[in-house]
T-cell receptor
Framework: DAKTTQPPSMDCAEGRAANLPCNHS???????VYWYRQIHSQGPQYIIH???NNETNEMASLIITEDRKSSTLILPHATLRDTAVYYC?????????????FGDGTTLTVKP | GAGVSQSPSNKVTEKGKDVELRCDPI?????LYWYRQSLGQGLEFLIY????????KSGLPSDRFSAERTGGSVSTLTIQRTQQEDSAVYLC???????????FGPGTRLTVL
């Protein structure tokens, strides 16, 4: 699986959009971009994933660059409960894809 | 529907003892994964099951660690002769198939004294 790089930490004001970047310059054509978050002492929570096109769900939006070498997770109206570690990973598509490789993630702190 | 469940939620044991950690995946999920997370660290892959077989055991740190899965459902991770460095949160995840989105359980916090 390709490695990803994320800034170690970010701050965001409550009610504003949080934009979390991720670089995955060595991504392969059969790898999806996945985002998870982990709130203290809980298991990682799935947020969103995509291959090439931008994606949106009830939690967030995912913007993937045309060359697929980077992406941005957007939380449109951050709340205090969005304070967490956000992980960007790339994951092979196909049978028996197996494990995911998690990096250190970005610690997002939403401030009142 | 019910998510991935793990038990116990916390386990404190003495060095040298054996421990068993249990994972109940989401019903119908054929793939199951074990990870561990040491304090302040990222997730470390341990083992992956597809059905009852484990095509990838590459993350098991030593032969003290083993895992099994029966009936394509429940999995048990066993750590023999626990050491203090085994202290971590052990996380289980499942997915419909190996290529699909993984959903994580709440984890078991293991403390070895």
């Amino acid at each position: 699986d390709a490695k990803t790089t994320q800034p170690p930490s970010m701050d965001c004001a409550e009610g504003r959009a949080a934009n979390l970047p991720c670089n995955h310059s060595t991504i392969s054509g059969n790898e999806y971009v996945y985002w998870y978050r982990q709130i203290h002492s809980q298991g990682p929570q799935y947020i969103i994933h995509g291959l090439k096109n931008n994606e949106t769900n009830e939690m967030a939006s995912l913007i993937i660059t045309e060359d697929r070498k980077s992406s941005t997770l957007i939380l449109p109206h951050a709340t205090l409960r969005d304070t967490a570690v956000y992980y960007c990973i790339v994951r092979v598509v196909g049978t028996n894809a197996g494990k995911s490789t998690f990096g250190d993630g970005t610690t997002l702190t939403v401030k009142p | 529907g019910a998510g991935v469940s793990q038990s116990p939620s916390n386990k404190v044991t003495e060095k040298g003892k054996d421990v068993e950690l249990r994972c109940d995946p989401i019903s119908g999920h054929t793939a199951l994964y074990w990870y561990r997370q040491s304090l302040g660290q990222g997730l470390e892959f341990l083992i992956y099951f597809q059905g009852n077989s484990a095509p990838d055991k590459s993350g098991l740190p030593s032969d003290r660690f083993s895992a099994e899965r029966t009936g394509g459902s429940v999995s048990t991770l066993t750590i023999q002769r626990t050491q203090q460095e085994d202290s971590a949160v052990y996380l289980c995840a499942s997915s419909k198939q190996g290529r699909d989105t993984q959903y994580f359980g709440p984890g078991t916090r293991l403390t070895v004294l």
